[in-house]
């Protein structure tokens, strides 16, 4: 299967500033790159599919980049809403898999 | 509104067994593929099950083949995950999810989790 692999687990961030989160596949991905955001006790909400579109009401300060086997996702000016857990998931090839997630905390 | 609701979870023995349903509503049921995603307590998303528009397509994970069955009835517009032999490590917030798109398998809506605990 293949490894998906998140640094750092913790970011730690002032708001207001950028926070840049990177994910790395074992195996090339292409671009089949997705990322999650999840807050404490819900459910994930998808950001970003096929590593740069943004998913469906997501603010323009979320962006995704990257393919092949490395991918980042830039958090422009963090607001206070955004510090939660972020993962990536590849869907190239069967089984799904998820990274292990970033937390971005309060700096 | 999209919605998707899970229910069926508990408290379960080493051994036993629970079958989780996930009533969804807000689109056309029939025209989406369904994935169910675990979380165990403090830990990362898993990927569990896949099950296609009309049940011709099932993929498991390794973790749960054999043990875990997904089906689905689109008359019902509903979502089932039948889950045999379970073990303590099974213990987690189960999620049914709708798939984007055939070929964009990522996870658009997610209900809001069922918790089932494995536990003698």
């Known amino acids: 299967e293949i490894v998906m692999t998140q640094s750092p687990a913790t970011l730690s961030v002032s708001p207001g500033e950028r926070a840049t989160l990177s994910c790395r596949a074992s195996?090339?991905?292409?671009?089949?790159l997705a990322w999650y955001q999840q807050k404490a006790g819900q459910a994930p909400r998808l950001l970003i599919y096929?590593?740069?579109t943004r998913a469906t009401g997501i603010p323009a300060r979320f962006s995704g980049s990257g393919s092949g086997t490395q991918f980042t996702l830039i958090i422009s000016s963090l607001q206070s809403e955004d510090f939660a857990v972020y993962y990536c998931?590849?869907?190239?090839?069967?089984?799904?898999?998820f990274g292990g997630g970033t937390k971005v905390e309060i700096k | 509104e999209v919605q998707l609701v899970e229910s069926g979870g508990g408290l379960v023995q080493p051994g036993g067994s629970l079958r989780l349903s996930c009533a969804t509503s807000?689109?056309?049921?029939?025209?989406?593929?369904m994935n169910w995603v675990r979380q165990a307590p403090g830990k990362g998303l898993e990927w569990l099950s896949y099950?296609?528009?009309?049940?011709?397509?099932?993929y498991y994970a390794d973790s749960v083949k054999g043990r875990f069955t997904i089906s689905r009835d689109n008359a019902k517009d509903s979502l089932y995950l039948q889950m045999n032999s379970l073990r303590d490590e099974d213990t987690a917030v189960y999620f049914c999810?709708?798939?984007?798109?055939?070929?964009?398998?990522?996870?658009?809506?997610w209900g809001q989790g069922t918790l089932v605990t494995v536990s003698s």
């Open positions: 999810a709708r798939v984007r798109g055939p070929l964009v398998v990522v996870n658009d809506y």
């Open positions: 807000g689109f056309t049921f029939i025209n989406y593929n």
């Open positions: 099950i296609s528009t009309i049940s011709t397509t099932i």
């Open positions: 195996l090339s991905v292409r671009s089949n």
């Open positions: 096929g590593a740069s």
């Open positions: 998931q590849q869907y190239n090839k069967w089984p799904l898999t």
